[in-house]
């Protein structure tokens, strides 16, 4: 089941068949975070059910699964009581412990620590986009080279691993976590114009990162292209998210 429709206020729980024990993943089409669990699921090939919210509008049965209205949330009705865990990177976690296949996370101790260790790097990245996205150049000024700047650590990373992947030869946990925001980027563009976009002369080790997460099953079925997301992020701006303009296409 795929709602594919945001659904709002007043719109009732999605009728599940009885019996049914499929993850449920309630989420939104454009949210960075829910596009990290939907990684991780697509790549452990695990089947689930999703449902889009439309977080200007919320529906009431959000609220009894996610206390604070917050998505992503993870349903689980195959255990006791059909809880949901929220955060997307706990999420995450408890998938890649529950299903062990095509694991995300490294099994070693010691690697998962790193792991975690370039994720919490990822601020200054996730800050410099914040003002590239709600602000732009025009309003703060060196916003661009800001994220440029924050991407340095995660180019030489790659750099000196020398591999395709910061896990190796196929993507893991930090390539997951971190490819939303990264796809996001190539709105750049559209919104501000090529003068305004980042400059990828000065991470060319990250610039073949991005063409080789493109390639990646999980990363193809869900991924959408700059202008798309420019589209949206524009009526986001305006006030009136277009959410489902997908389904008008």
Not at 51 to 74: H, M, Q, T, V
Not at 103 to 129: C, H, I, Q, T, W
Not at 130 to 159: F, H, R, S
């Amino acid at each position: 089941m795929n709602t594919g429709r945001h659904l709002g206020k007043g719109t009732p729980f999605p009728t599940v068949p009885e019996g049914d024990k499929l993850l449920r993943l309630i989420s939104g089409r454009w949210c960075p975070y829910g596009h990290r669990v939907h990684l991780v699921l697509d790549t452990k090939e695990i089947p689930y059910h999703t449902i889009y919210c439309d977080l200007l509008n919320k529906p009431e049965w959000l609220f009894e699964r996610s206390p604070l209205g917050k998505i992503p949330a993870l349903e689980l009705p195959n255990e006791d009581g059909c809880p949901a865990i929220l955060d997307s990177m706990a999420i995450c976690e408890y998938l890649d412990d529950k299903y062990p296949q095509n694991p995300v996370l490294s099994r070693d101790p010691l690697k998962k620590y790193y792991e975690k260790n370039l994720m919490e790097k990822f601020g200054p990245v996730g800050a410099a986009l914040y003002k590239v996205y709600m602000l732009g150049p025009e309003k703060a000024p060196g916003c661009i080279e800001d994220t440029e700047k924050a991407l340095e650590v995660y180019d030489k990373e790659l750099e000196s691993r020398n591999t395709p992947f910061f896990a190796g030869d196929k993507p893991g946990w930090v390539d997951f976590m971190i490819w939303p925001w990264i796809e996001r980027m190539a709105m750049i563009k559209y919104l501000y114009g090529e003068s305004n976009d980042v400059n990828y002369g000065k991470l060319k080790n990250f610039a073949k990162w991005i063409e080789s997460m493109k390639e990646v099953p999980a990363v193809k079925d869900f991924m959408l292209d700059g202008e798309t997301h420019a589209k949206y992020a524009k009526s986001k701006a305006d006030g009136n998210p277009d959410n489902d303009m997908l389904l008008k296409q």
